[in-house]
């Protein structure tokens, strides 16, 4: 059966989860459009990610896929959290806000604790993928019973292997010029692979259908990486000006007015492509302490970032955005996909 019947969709495309970004709307659109729609629950509670699932599946009764975060939980080592929160203090006491004391644990790994398995059990979207690592044994195969198909991001080969040998439906094959979080498995390794040679490698050296991921803006695009092997393509920032999704007028506004992006650790712990602001400009520099475990330094980004948008400077936000976002176009995510399809589908 090829991809899209196994999936139930009518064209190789598919809105990439992003949490912070996703909205049933969104998802909606995309998948009511014959593509496939997803939601990033990676941030949200057990009882909000019920929520966003239940509506979505109210809004449209094509498939879509949700997305959790299955990093590996790392403990807080306390003078890195505290030379981290002393890097900021001088900032939050000039914004007027509290210096936090401690940085917390925002947000659970899926492989914490089985709520957000059976949570997709209770709901069963088509689909759920993973970032940043593999589900539990026990919970691919209660994903499996359950019929609902597996994917997990790979950044290079080892990753790919290791997804293929767990038994995961499909490989996102994500590239360097990706927004967003860096799926890599392992937070201080990442072998930064263009998105056009990750597809290929992973093609040749694996069987399972691969997804491509990274820097694609436009159907033109999306067809050179269909032509490389690629099974479906995976956009991101492309849908992020969209109406319909959760992005704030500052973030809206960045990526057509400063569409230049970096990777940076320092905002959540991991590293992440996004538009350059404070975060790359100020905090990176060469003299910068280590940075605490994802997603402990999130915490205090994410407080840094409502203490100083109050004082209207929105240059401490979380702007995620991929290499090519000065390609950006300004289309409603129905349109989008209508026009990507003509893209695809011009000889
Ligand atoms: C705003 C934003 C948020 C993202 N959040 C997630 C997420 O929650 N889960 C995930 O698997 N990938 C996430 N990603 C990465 C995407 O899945 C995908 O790899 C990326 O968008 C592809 O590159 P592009 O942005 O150039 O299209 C996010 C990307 C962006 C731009």
Redesign the pocket.
Known sequence: MSLLDTLGIQHPIFL??????STPELAAQVSNQGAFGSL?L?ASTVDAARKQILHTQELTDKPFQV?FFCHESRDLNSEISQNWIALFADKFKELDAEVPTSLNRIYPSFKDNDDFLNLVLETKPKAV?F?FGIPHVHQIKALKNAGIITLV?ATNLAEAKAIEAAGIDIIIA?GI?????R?IFNEIFDAAIRTEDLVQLIKQNCTLPVIA????MNGHQAKQFLNFGADAV?????F?QCKTSSANDAYRKALFDQPLTQITASISGRPARGLINHWHKEVDTPTRPQVPPYPYTYDLGKQLHAAASQQGDSGYGAF?????VAQIRELEATDLINQLVLEINVD
């Not at 990439?16 to 970004?21: E, L, Q, S, Y």
């Not at 995976?234 to 492309?238: D, H, R, S």
């Not at 995620?320 to 090519?324: D, E, H, P, T």
């Open positions: 990439a989860p992003m949490a912070g970004v990033g990676g997305n993928s970032h991001s994500q010029e990706a927004g967003g979080h799926g991921a990274g820097g694609i995976q956009l991101g920032t492309a992020v995620w955005a991929g290499a090519n």
